[in-house]
């Protein structure tokens, strides 16, 4: 398939022509932006992450029946989807209460709400997307009725199908942002994109942002935040590699050394000065929530070192460090 001309300069994307009208050529970039635009860095390595989420995302709902407009990620930046008419809509879901619903009518974040609540927000830069109401939609001719209903119904399936999704992996879906579009024949699909940089997510056991937050709060490097998701929905697991040595106290006499020493020196070596012996474990660890250290140090106490006579030194390096 052949790139053609750029048709539409997003933030954080760019949609090329292709040589088949119904298709279009993605490319995620690395911008990241927030405050409508206000806020704007270059952060390397977001498009690839930002790509292979949604991708996977789509897929995902895909395989639940939920059609949305993808159609191939072809690189690690770039995908193929099908070409609609995006409506000017902003399709929020919220099962718990963050950001702007929390401002607006000072409920506490982290307070679930009792059922997923659907907004919908203009799609309006120089109106700074406000939010609108049903009427509105259909007084501005955005959407039909029916398409209203379709968009609700069509969100709160997405709300289903990815809190569970996420629920599997350690992660709260708080709230989330989608787009929709209209086919030429008039079919709505769902659009745009479903990542980090759209959803909240919240770590399950820390409550740790898993999300664009850590941008928008300046709470840190969102590399490894949304590498993290990815690898998470990938079921990748990290794993950790342990080395644990165990030795005789230096007040406990150990025999066996005493004997080698001696063994050793009769051989000529009479530099050597000590030999003390030890046992040595490797240990791979599936990464949890629990502190590896801790989990370490008990198996050691209980298990791996006589703690009355020996004493004992780990080493904890990364799989990928191996
Ligand atoms: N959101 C988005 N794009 C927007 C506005 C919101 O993707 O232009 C997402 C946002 O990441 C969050 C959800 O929609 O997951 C609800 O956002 P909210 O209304 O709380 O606004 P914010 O706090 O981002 O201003």
Same mark, same amino acid.
């Not at 399709?91 to 997923?116: C, D």
């Not at 056991?205 to 709470?219: A, C, M, P, Q, S």
């Given at each position: ?28 970039l ?9 806020k704007?860095?270059q952060?390397k ?9 949604t991708s996977l ?14 159609? /191939?990620?072809i690189s690690?930046? @770039?995908?193929? *989807?099908?070409a609609? $008419?995006? #409506?000017p ?11 702007s ?11 679930p ?20 109401i049903?009427?509105?939609?259909k ?26 999704l ?8 708080v709230?989330?942002?989608? /787009?929709?579009?209209?086919?030429? @024949?008039g079919? *709505?699909?769902l659009? $745009?994109? #479903?990542?980090?940089d759209?959803?909240?997510?919240w770590?399950k ?36 590699f342990v080395?644990?040595?165990v ?12 004997a080698?020493k001696?063994?050793v020196h ?17 240990i791979?660890?599936a ?7 801790e ?14 006579m ?9 799989m990928?460090?191996?």
């Amino acid at each position: 398939m052949e790139k053609g001309q750029l048709l539409y300069q997003g933030k954080a994307k760019e949609l090329f022509q292709t040589d088949q009208p119904d298709l279009i050529w993605v490319e995620y970039l690395n911008q990241a932006t927030a405050l409508n635009g206000a806020k704007k860095d270059q952060i390397k390595g977001k498009g690839e992450l930002n790509n292979q989420i949604t991708s996977l995302l789509f897929q995902r709902l895909d395989e639940k029946g939920i059609r949305s407009h993808f159609v /191939e990620q072809i690189s690690e930046t @770039e995908q193929i *989807i099908q070409a609609v $008419d995006i #409506i000017p809509l902003e399709v929020v879901v919220r099962n718990i209460a963050a950001g702007s619903f929390s401002k607006r009518l000072a409920i506490p974040e982290g307070t679930p709400v009792k059922f997923p609540i659907v907004e919908f927000y203009f799609k309006n830069d120089e109106l700074d997307d406000p939010m609108i109401i049903e009427d509105h939609i259909k007084v501005l001719d955005i959407a039909t009725d029916e398409e209203i209903t379709t968009l609700k119904t069509m969100a709160l399936a997405v709300d289903e199908a990815l809190s569970e999704l996420f629920d599997e992996i350690g992660i709260i879906l708080v709230d989330f942002k989608l /787009e929709f579009g209209r086919t030429k @024949e008039g079919t *709505i699909l769902l659009a $745009d994109e #479903i990542s980090p940089d759209t959803c909240r997510l919240w770590d399950k056991v820390t409550n740790e942002h898993l999300d664009k937050d850590i941008y928008r709060r300046d709470l840190g490097d969102l590399i490894p935040v949304y590498q993290e998701v990815l690898n998470r929905l990938k079921g990748e697991k990290k794993m950790y590699f342990v080395k644990v040595y165990v030795t005789y106290k230096d007040s406990v006499l150990d025999p066996q050394g005493e004997a080698v020493k001696g063994a050793v020196h009769r051989l000529g070596y009479d530099t050597i000065e000590d030999v003390r012996i030890g046992k040595y474990f490797e240990i791979k660890v599936a990464k949890s929530n629990r502190p590896i250290e801790e989990m370490i140090e008990e198996i050691c106490d209980k298990l791996l070192a006589n703690v009355n006579m020996e004493t004992y030194r780990y080493e904890i390096s990364t799989m990928e460090e191996v």
